[in-house]
Nanobody, 126 residues
Framework: QVQLVESGGGLVQAGGSLKLSCAAS????????MGWFRQAPGKEREFVAA????????YYADSVKGRFTMYRDNAKKTVYLQMNSLKPEDTAVYYC???????????????????WGQGTQVTVSS
């Protein structure tokens, strides 16, 4: 099916920036929506951002609006998450996910995604 590989995580000071990448391979013709989720220790996996594979429409969680930007490169079958003004509460494992066409509400629900990457750790120190 679809394989996803994230990269770009690391350790950064509060106020700093990181750029995450997610490369897709396999049956990518089945993908319409790509999403980013994150999960901190002891917490549920939460929605961060999503983008249409065939377009440039994006959707963000309120907690990251104005700070995070999701981009796509269809030729490379890769999506990116540019994270600016990072806060300690952004610390989590970040996961890339792929799904068929999802509406703006369904795209925020982890169970609606069929393929997941391995995750990449983002740590923001104060």
């Amino acid at each position: 099916q679809v394989q996803l590989v994230e990269s770009g995580g690391g350790l950064v000071q509060a106020g700093g920036s990181l750029k995450l990448s997610c490369a897709a391979s396999g049956r990518t013709t089945s993908i319409n929506t790509m999403g980013w989720f994150r999960q901190a220790p002891g917490k549920e996996r939460e929605f961060v951002a999503a983008i249409s594979w065939s377009g440039a429409s994006t959707y963000y969680a309120d907690s990251v609006k104005g700070r995070f930007t999701m981009y796509r490169d269809n030729a490379k079958k890769t999506v990116y998450l540019q994270m600016n003004s990072l806060k300690p509460e952004d610390t989590a494992v970040y996961y890339c996910a792929a799904a068929p066409l999802l509406g703006t509400q369904r795209m925020t629900v982890p169970n609606n995604y069929k393929s997941w990457g391995q995750g990449t750790q983002v740590t923001v120190s104060s």
